[in-house]
T-cell receptor, first 115, second 115 residues
Framework: DGGITQSPKYLFRKEGQNVTLSCEQNLNHDAMYWYRQDPGQGLRLIYYSQIVNDFQKGDIAEGYSVSREKKESFPLTVTSAQKNPTAFYLC??????????????FGDGTRLSIL | AQSVTQLGSHVSVSEGALVLLRCNYSSSVPPYLFWYVQYPNQGLQLLLKYTSAATLVKGINGFEAEFKKSETSFHLTKPSAHMSDAAEYFCAVSGQGGATNKLIFGTGTLLAVQP
């Protein structure tokens, strides 16, 4: 079955450490997204990519970086510059806008905590 | 610019009672509207979507929502709540004619179902 795989499910970061969250999709979607979820704040967009080798900042990109070298993969790095990284991170994908109204599909998330 | 407001961060109903979760949106262009459900420590699952074909939209698990342009609302309803409906629900908006499928999410409504 097609879907989005996020790994690991739980991740712990030490102070000053960069960590990378993996997101892989086999839905053949062009667009991919990273969201951060905090209690009571809903989902906030970190970065998104509409096509390979291109990505744009979302609303809360500071302290994060991404790459999009392959269509299937959109890894997110939480850098040491992100001072409050504890959150639930969700990856999503969707067909391009031209494929009319298609919703985003989500992975099962990675929960990041600070040691 | 687009935004979504979900009234009531917590809603509690009895099993078998009507479920009503409120969503109001703001959009400068005709919107696409979505409801997603999230179970604990999981990703988001699409319940239903409005894409201008019909104002009353039926989704999975017996949920439906009605698009009311005059009220800028897209409330989610279910005639009879089941214990398995206990979850967090998110309303989201995307603008028609835009270049991407970026979604703006509400802050979510946590639904509790009492036996």
């Amino acid at each position: 079955d097609g879907g989005i795989t996020q790994s690991p499910k739980y991740l712990f970061r030490k102070e000053g450490q960069n960590v990378t969250l993996s997101c892989e999709q086999n839905l053949n979607h062009d667009a991919m997204y990273w969201y951060r979820q905090d209690p009571g704040q809903g989902l906030r967009l970190i970065y998104y990519s509409q096509i390979v080798n291109d990505f744009q900042k979302g609303d809360i990109a500071e302290g994060y970086s991404v790459s999009r070298e392959k269509k299937e993969s959109f890894p997110l790095t939480v850098t040491s510059a992100q001072k409050n990284p504890t959150a639930f991170y969700l990856c999503a994908s969707s067909p391009p806008r031209g494929r009319s109204n298609q919703p985003q599909h989500f992975g099962d998330g990675t929960r990041l905590s600070i040691l | 610019a687009q935004s979504v407001t979900q009234l009531g961060s917590h809603v509690s109903v009895s099993e078998g009672a009507l479920v009503l979760l409120r969503c109001n949106y703001s959009s400068s262009v005709p919107p696409y509207l979505f409801w997603y459900v999230q179970y604990p420590n999981q990703g988001l699952q699409l319940l239903l979507k409005y894409t201008s074909a019909a104002t009353l939209v039926k989704g999975i698990n017996g949920f439906e929502a009605e698009f009311k342009k005059s009220e800028t609302s897209f409330h989610l309803t279910k005639p009879s709540a089941h214990m398995s409906d206990a979850a967090e629900y998110f309303c989201a908006v995307s603008g028609q004619g835009g270049a991407t499928n970026k979604l703006i999410f509400g802050t979510g409504t946590l639904l509790a179902v009492q036996p």
